[in-house]
Structures are given as structure tokens and as C-alpha cells.
């Protein structure tokens, strides 16, 4: 966050020529292991980015965007007669700082480096029905949302991005998480993400 503050407000002398702002904005399939395979949500994401030209072919991008990791997770359980199904739906949001190289050849460009990501919120919603009956529906959200929780996670990102014209591109990027979602060293809920963006350079 403190690099983006100052290349924001650098002399623009020095910077005139080789900074590049824009914003983002896009789609987020997201990927969480879970007991029985994974569990899977979409979300969006939203932000700013900025570029700072390194040569002719190299840029360092960084980037400040918040980011829904939602998932939603579905059971169902047949008993006496009756059909119990249990939806779980989760709404983290998180404030994520990508920081990448990017090699760009004509339109089509390729970048990778490392990402933080702050947990600003999050929202768990349970509903149980019975026969198609809504028996219980529970909402949980703010801080007891995020109980067991790590508010810091870090990862790598990559993926590749093509100019459509001068102003607008479309990007696609794949992200790893390298610590746990949960606030446990034992724990291997490693975010995976795919996300699709749309980026309008200023």
C-alpha cells in the first residue's frame, strides 16, 4: 500500500512519461480445498493499478483492489422419508495488493509476482431446509465472522493481458494463496483464484 502512495504522489516531473494509471474491475472464480474435494463461489473485484515503465518492454504494475472470495457449499441428506438440504454461503472481502512485472510484446503482455491480501469483512449466511421447507436461516456478520480467520495472507500471481485499444484491455490472471485462509499452521484452505478483468487505462 505504501509503494502505490508513492508512486501516486512521486514528482510528476520524474514520472510524467513512464507512469501509467488505470482502473479494474471484473469476475473472480474462486477455489477452496475442502474435506470432500473443493468448494467454489463467484465473486467480483474492483480497483486501481498503476504502471510504472521500466523499458521499453518491462513495466512494474501495482495494483490496490478489493476482492469478494465468495463460496457457496451445498449438502444434502435423505432420512426416514425426509430431504434435508443445508446452503452455506460465505462473503469475505479482502483488500488485495498485487505487485507484478509485466513484459509487453505488441497488445498481448504477460506479468507475474507476488500479492498481499488484508480481510476487511466477511458475511456467512446457513439456511436448512426440510422438504423444501425453510426451517432455520442463519446470518452471521462483522467480527464474528471472521473468528478463526487470518487477516493477512500472502500469495503469487500470474496471468497475461491483451490491449483491445489504446485505453482498454482485458486480462487474465491465476493467483495462489502460500498461507491458509484459516488462522491455523495446520490448516490447507489455500485460496486458489482465476480472475478476469477489464482495465481502462487513465
Keep these: 500500500m505504501a509503494l502505490l502512495l508513492v508512486v501516486c504522489f512521486s514528482s510528476q516531473k520524474l514520472f510524467a512519461q513512464d507512469l501509467q494509471l488505470g482502473l479494474t474491475g471484473g469476475l473472480n472464480y474462486n477455489i477452496f480445498p475442502a474435506d470432500n474435494g473443493t468448494v467454489n463461489g463467484l465473486g467480483f473485484h474492483l480497483g486501481a493499478t498503476a504502471d510504472i515503465g521500466v523499458s521499453d518492454m518491462l513495466n512494474f504494475r501495482a495494483g490496490l483492489i478489493l476482492s469478494d472470495r465468495g463460496i457457496q457449499e451445498k449438502s444434502t441428506l435423505e432420512l426416514l422419508g425426509s430431504t434435508t438440504k443445508i446452503k452455506s454461503n460465505s462473503l469475505p472481502l479482502y483488500l488485495t495488493i498485487p505487485l507484478m512485472y509485466k513484459y509487453q510484446t505488441g497488445s498481448l503482455s504477460f506479468f507475474a509476482g507476488p500479492q498481499f491480501s488484508l480481510l476487511l469483512t ?51 490472471r491465476y493467483i495462489r494463496d502460500l498461507n491458509s485462509t484459516t488462522d491455523s499452521d495446520l490448516a490447507e ?12 487505462k487513465l
Design 122 to 172: 466477511n458475511r456467512v449466511a446457513v439456511q436448512t431446509t426440510v422438504n423444501g421447507d425453510e426451517v432455520t436461516k442463519t446470518v452471521v456478520s462483522g467480527s464474528d465472522a471472521t473468528n478463526g480467520m487470518r487477516g493477512f495472507t500472502y500469495g503469487v500471481t500470474a496471468g497475461a493481458e491483451y490491449g483491445l485499444n489504446d485505453n482498454l484491455g482485458v486480462g487474465l
Design 189 to 200: 484452505d489455500f485460496f486458489n483464484g482465476i480472475q478476469l478483468s477489464f482495465i481502462y
